[in-house]
């Protein structure tokens, strides 16, 4: 009888959650994301030093793709260890190093067996002081092994305050007798260079991380995928399964990702296995089923997507990204606090270079939507209301309406919004959302110094794949000149959007008028402008 291996499969998938495992994801050879001459030569020269990068970049694959390279070279010993589960213990020093200890000495025992170091630790090294003991089981370690010993701690931020603060400086207490009596060399990987970290001690003093491992010689940072990677993983289906992207998916999968990793392996998941008709490998992957995939990962909130908006409830996000939502044209990216910015960078919500801006259109997306999803729901307008006998949106219908609603809900509902200085442009964009959502596609561009929001509503007339659609331009924009200055830039910035979005059949021009003093009959009107030779509706708010 032929044994059946139970843990074959029949095809790889794409990864979002969790390290890669090569045998059943597809997958890019980690070390090839690093400067590994670089890495090895710091290891040589006995450094200590950081790896951090945004969540769900691929820190943890490549860890264990470094450790067991460095294990196969033949020169080092190297364990790698997660010590995340210490993070429920928060200032509990002593659970902390217990966990840290026993989760070096467990992956020991995993790679080696018949150690049996977890039984040894609970044994001899137990019941030495907190204070000292990783120190001290370290030491032990480094002296058992043949080989220079080296110990790559991930998820070295999951730990806080005191805790956080014993485990760095009991590594920095053993350095000096690196290598032979204590790690050669000690990666700490976490989604942030440790410099950063600003530490609450539970007497709150406030210590800098910088100041309890001052031993950190370098600090590296992950990049995201390049675009030839982006295509090489890609391929690595098509090669598979015969299935292929359409080439012109790839520019749209790199302007909404920018080749973060999660996201990069998120669409191609979604449009591959998620979409139920693609799994059938002769349907070519076309953009017009990139756009959807995008939409669904949004729409459900996958848990990258739920982690990160989480962070816009902290007021040191608000500070970055409510400036960016807001368009002001005399916003100057040199006023962002630095340490605001840099942690907004470290997170992955602002892209690593200049100028300041959202990493990727996915993102770009996201926030603005998120930070009025349940705005949405308290919206009663329903779609099929504006819809024509084409299926086409009657966009004067829905902006006189908004219109409308704007003058009954603005004063109160703006002041409920975290990003308040961006209010108007967030009602209107959560009004539109609850009105295409699940018929259609809102593309947002905004930014810093902008002095305008740029929205393209792109609107399927029909359920097939590669059918007409609607495009409609609206630009946003907030009145702080001349009633008669506003207008004339914004009709020709707005043109100019109709001219780079191409093919669109209508354009509007909104301008909200923040001013107490006028009453809304001064705010409240609509009529046609025109420029050079383009009709463009003009709405005051």
């Known amino acids: 009888m032929c044994k059946i291996d139970r843990f074959a499969i029949m095809e790889k998938f794409f990864n979002t959650a969790g390290p890669n495992q090569p045998d059943i994801q597809y997958t890019l050879n980690p070390l090839r994301r690093i400067n590994l ?14 790896l951090h990068a945004p969540r769900q970049t691929g820190k943890t694959s490549m860890l264990l793709a470094l450790r067991d390279y460095l294990n196969a070279s033949g020169k080092y010993f190297c364990v790698y260890a997660n010590i995340e589960g210490g993070q429920s213990d928060r200032n509990d020093v002593e659970g902390v190093i217990a966990n840290t200890c026993i989760t070096i000495a467990r992956r020991i025992d995993n790679m080696l067996g018949g150690y049996e170091l977890s039984k040894l630790y609970e044994e001899q090294f137990k019941q030495i002081n907190k204070s000292s003991r990783l120190t001290t089981f370290l030491g032990f370690l480094s002296q058992k092994f043949d080989k220079p010993f080296i110990l790559f701690l ?57 100041s309890a491992f001052n031993i950190k010689a370098e600090s590296l940072r992950m990049g995201n995928f390049s675009k030839e990677e982006i295509r090489e993983l890609y391929q690595q289906h098509t ?20 080749g973060q990793p999660w996201l990069v392996n998120a669409l191609a998941y979604e ?35 739920d982690a990160l908006i989480d962070k816009l409830k ?27 910015l840099q942690y907004c960078v470290d997170l992955g919500l602002i892209a ?81 959302q609850r009105i295409v959502n699940g018929g259609g ?30 495009r409609v331009v609206l630009e946003l924009k907030i009145l702080r000149n001349s009633m008669k200055k506003t207008i004339a830039d914004g009709l020709k910035q707005t043109f100019e959007y109709m001219d780079k979005a191409g093919n669109v059949s209508e354009g509007h021009f909104i301008v909200f008028d923040r001013s107490s003093k006028k009453p809304w009959s001064k705010k409240i009107f609509h009529r046609q402008g025109e420029y050079q030779g383009t009709k463009i509706m003009i709405w005051g708010m």
Not at 37 to 50: D, G, L, T
């Open 37 to 50: 001459p670089e890495i090895e030569s710091f290891i040589a020269q006995r450094k200590y030093f950081v």
């Open 154 to 210: 991930d998820e070295i931020d999951a730990l806080v305050g005191d805790s956080l603060v014993s485990v760095l400086r009991q590594l920095r207490a053993g350095y000096d007798q690196r290598p032979a009596m204590f790690p050669q060399s000690v990666i700490l990987c976490g989604v942030r260079d440790v410099r950063d970290y600003r530490i609450t001690l539970s007497n709150q003093e406030i210590i800098t991380g910088g």
């Open 239 to 258: 090669d598979a399964t015969g299935q292929v992207f359409e080439e012109e998916c790839f520019p749209m999968i790199w302007k909404a990702t920018e």
């Open 271 to 305: 449009v591959t296995f998620k979409m139920a008709e693609n799994r059938d490998r002769s349907i070519k992957i076309i953009p017009e089923m990139i756009y959807k995939a995008q939409e669904n990962i949004i729409y459900r909130r996958d848990t990258h997507i």
């Open 314 to 340: 902290e007021p040191r996000v608000r500070r970055i990204i409510q400036p960016l939502l807001a368009t002001n044209e005399d916003a100057d990216e040199s006023l962002f606090p630095t340490d605001d």
């Open 352 to 432: 690593p270079n200049k100028p300041v801006r959202i990493a990727n259109d996915i993102y770009r997306e996201v926030i603005p939507r998120e930070l009025t999803w349940t705005t949405q729901y308290f919206i009663v307008q329903e779609p099929a209301w504006y819809l024509n006998p084409d299926n086409s949106l009657n966009m004067e219908k829905l902006l006189l309406d908004f219109q409308q609603f704007f003058r009954q809900n603005a004063d109160s509902w703006i002041g409920k919004f975290d990003y308040a200085e961006a209010g108007p442009q967030l009602l209107l964009q959560a009004f539109l």
């Open 441 to 470: 596609y809102i593309d947002r561009e905004y930014g810093l110094g902008r002095g305008r929001t740029d929205l393209l509503i792109r609107k399927p007339l029909t359920d097939t794949y590669g059918g007409p659609y609607q």
